[in-house]
């Protein structure tokens, strides 16, 4: 676990969808002041109080990786099988910029013998990073409302096993 904090990040009060508010994903939610962060911080719902995105749990991304500067928030799913690169829709193509694809390119090769995914969302869409250095369009695979699993599940010896460094 990291000393992080959010500060003025805020990014997944954006991407991800609170379903106690019945926000949706990639809508900043109403309670959310820019640079100033959650509006209703002390009584926010528990789905928010429990989110922590990777960047915030693990110090080995530095602060390129921080949400509001990189353009995604990343966050496990699946248990911790998966690792969700959910782009803010307005830069669909934040994940390219150096040092991002490659090393998520490289999380996709190295976790794949272990059965690791690396996703990346852009709204409803879904593709799928390739050991080989490709990635499949898994296309459309979200309903028009999601929320989000808020969890800090991660793989077991969580953090410091995947992403691989
Ligand atoms: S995206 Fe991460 S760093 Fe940004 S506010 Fe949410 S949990 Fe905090
Ligand atoms: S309630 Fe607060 S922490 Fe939760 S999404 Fe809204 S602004 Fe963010």
């Given at each position: 676990?990291?000393?992080?904090?959010?500060g003025?990040?805020?990014?997944?009060?954006?991407?991800?969808?609170?379903?106690?508010?019945?926000?949706?994903?990639?809508?900043?939610?109403?309670?959310?002041?820019?640079?100033?962060?959650?509006?209703?911080?002390?009584?926010r719902?528990?789905?928010?109080?429990?989110?922590?995105?990777?960047?915030?749990?693990?110090?080995?991304?530095?602060?390129?990786?921080?949400?509001?500067?990189?353009?995604?928030?990343?966050?496990?799913?699946?248990?911790?099988?998966?690792?969700?690169?959910?782009?803010?829709?307005?830069?669909?193509?934040?994940?390219?910029?150096?040092?991002?694809?490659?090393?998520?390119?490289?999380?996709?090769?190295?976790?794949?013998?272990?059965?690791l995914?690396v996703?990346?969302?852009v709204?409803?869409?879904?593709?799928?990073?390739?050991?080989s250095?490709?990635?499949?369009d898994?296309?459309?695979?979200?309903?028009?409302?999601?929320?989000?699993s808020?969890?800090?599940?991660?793989?077991?010896?969580?953090?410091?096993?995947?992403?691989?460094?």
């Amino acid at each position: 676990m990291s000393d992080r904090e959010c500060g003025a990040c805020g990014q997944c009060c954006k991407l991800i969808g609170v379903r106690e508010l019945e926000k949706a994903p990639h809508v900043w939610c109403r309670y959310y002041k820019r640079d100033k962060g959650c509006g209703i911080y002390e009584v926010r719902p528990q789905g928010c109080a429990e989110f922590a995105c990777d960047w915030l749990l693990d110090e080995r991304l530095d602060d390129a990786w921080r949400p509001d500067r990189s353009g995604f928030v990343l966050h496990a799913g699946q248990g911790g099988r998966v690792i969700n690169v959910e782009l803010d829709p307005t830069q669909p193509t934040a994940w390219r910029r150096a040092p991002f694809e490659a090393t998520l390119r490289g999380w996709a090769a190295a976790g794949a013998a272990d059965g690791l995914e690396v996703l990346i969302w852009v709204g409803r869409r879904c593709w799928r990073l390739t050991p080989s250095g490709g990635e499949i369009d898994l296309g459309v695979v979200r309903p028009a409302v999601e929320f989000t699993s808020h969890s800090r599940l991660r793989r077991a010896g969580s953090g410091r096993d995947w992403p691989p460094t």
